[in-house]
């Protein structure tokens, strides 16, 4: 995918990332098309409990088998 790649995108999503840490607040969080959980790992590290909302069931499947019990899969 674009964003893995090495180089000005990959670094462009994390500062992005960042940038938004700031914003955290509370325990859980909803992510929105996370595809296949980039950013998913490092939310975990601020939040209890992440909902994640993928319409893709190759994402939403792919997301199951590598956080398990640690996200919950809409």
């Known amino acids: 995918e674009w964003y893995r790649t090495k180089g000005f995108y990959k ?8 940038e938004m840490k700031r914003y ?3 325990p859980s969080l ?11 790992k490092d939310l975990l590290k601020h939040f209890d409990t ?3 909302v993928e319409p893709s069931k190759k994402y939403a499947q792919m997301l199951k088998k590598i956080y398990g019990n640690k996200i919950e899969v809409i």
């Open 50 to 52: 992440v909902v994640c």
């Open 30 to 40: 909803m992510e929105i098309g996370p595809a296949d959980g980039h950013h998913t």
């Open 11 to 18: 670094r462009l999503i994390d500062y992005e990332f960042e």
């Open 24 to 26: 955290f607040k509370g």
